[in-house]
């Protein structure tokens, strides 16, 4: 075997060992960024139970919406947890309860 031939077949085995680790194969954990979804481009359901699907948001940035990102991106994004969208929903609901009481 020539040297070119031994040097293709060792850069054809290394490529196929890369495509087949999990390393290469998006094994980067994610995780649900609500509020950054563009129109039509959401991943799944909304938290509010609007629709049931990924591509259905109405607006851009609707804080029911999310998209999968990185773990640790959602932030620098301008996006907001599950956590924190339950939180900013129950703020909201006590608010309106203390204006209803008021009135």
Partial sequence: MNQRTMIAAATSLMSLALLSSPAFAQTAAKEKCFGIAKAGQNDCASVNGAHSCAGQAKVDNDKGEW?????????QMGGLSLDQVKMDKMDKMDKMDKMDKKS
Avoid: E, N, R
Wanted: charged share 20%; aromatic share 12%; glycine share 12%.
């Fill in 67 to 75: 998209k999968y990102v990185a773990t640790g991106t959602c932030k």
